[in-house]
């Protein structure tokens, strides 16, 4: 969730729902025309597009917590929250990317960003995707990719949502992929399975108050306590893991997720109460690698 090796490249789109209400109440189809449909920019052979009403094509770095963006849901469109949107604004190096290419668009991230390919409930890491693997549209129908293209780099991006996917697409109009914001395989797989409902205190924070999580994971993010736990994430989520057998797995990993929720949340309240990063990276700290630790432990091949 937090490291440099789930994320899409900065220049990669998304269909941000400009009025969720009327969007719930038309059905999220009409945001996905708007977006990517034939009357959209992706859609038309001169790249013309209709004037949107309820949704529009951003790039994912001018996304932030609390908007809503599109995603795929029981094979059709459907519209998720952003918890918050990692690396915004952050400085980075430019980090490796993969483009994968298909006959109707593209998608850049970074190597070990998980996608379901080749079964729809088969994750797997964007470096393993090969040239006449199968990808997958907001109506789940498959999108054959015709090219993949290795040894990119470039600046990140990764806007965590409540459905823990997103549709994205590259600035060039074309239509959009299925991606999840996880990464690597094992710990996306059991995020989409497990890991959801234990992250309720980070989901009920950034829904209370959107502006303040964002400035608080960037914040934290810029800190070097913040850099020194990113790169422990790196570090010690990395690769496949043997130890908790498998049948464990739907105990053992939330309850991991929970310790990484409480992390956050008791680091962001510490952040808006006395304002004081250095203090909030302090509380968050210990606290997170007891969480990444228990994940570690709790992986399994």
């Not at 430019?94 to 298909?102: A, F, S």
């Not at 409902?197 to 980070?202: A, D, E, K, Q, S």
């Not at 914040?219 to 994430?233: I, K, N, Y």
Request: glycine share 8%; proline share 5%; net charge negative.
């Amino acid at each position: 969730m937090w490291d440099a090796t789930n994320c899409f490249s900065d220049t990669t789109e998304a269909c941000l729902v400009t009025d969720p209400d009327a969007a719930s109440a038309i059905g999220a189809g009409a945001a996905y025309e708007e977006c990517f449909g034939a009357g959209s920019a992706a859609g038309t052979a001169d790249g013309t597009s209709i004037t949107p009403t309820v949704a529009r094509r951003v790039k994912m770095v001018n996304l932030t917590a609390g908007d809503r963006v599109l995603t795929s849901y029981s094979g059709a469109p459907a519209i998720t929250r952003i918890i918050t949107n990692f690396h915004k604004n952050v400085e980075h190096s430019e980090e490796p990317l993969v483009t994968l290419r298909t006959s109707s668009g593209s998608l850049s991230l970074t190597p070990d960003h998980v996608i379901p390919a080749d079964g729809r409930t088969n994750f797997v890491a964007a470096r393993h995707v090969k040239v006449g693997s199968v990808t997958y549209d907001a109506s789940m129908n498959e999108v054959k990719v015709i090219g993949v293209e290795m040894g990119l780099k470039g600046r990140i991006i990764n806007p965590w949502t409540v459905a823990g996917t997103i549709l994205g697409a590259d600035d060039k109009g074309g239509m959009p992929i299925l991606a999840t914001v996880y990464a690597p395989e094992w710990l996306g797989e059991n995020m989409l399975i497990f890991g959801q409902v234990p992250c309720i205190g980070t989901r009920l924070v950034s829904y209370l108050m959107p502006d303040a999580f964002q400035a608080y994971t960037t914040a934290l993010q810029r800190c070097w306590l913040g850099r020194f736990w990113h790169e422990s994430v790196v570090e010690w989520t990395a690769g496949d893991g043997p130890l908790v057998p498998k049948m464990m797995m739907p105990i053992a990993f939330p309850i991991g997720v929970l310790l990484w929720d409480a992390t956050c949340v008791i680091s962001f309240l510490c952040y808006v109460a006395f304002t004081k990063m250095q203090l909030a990276c302090q509380v968050a700290f210990p606290l997170g690698l007891a969480g990444i630790a228990y994940c570690r432990i709790a992986r399994t091949k």
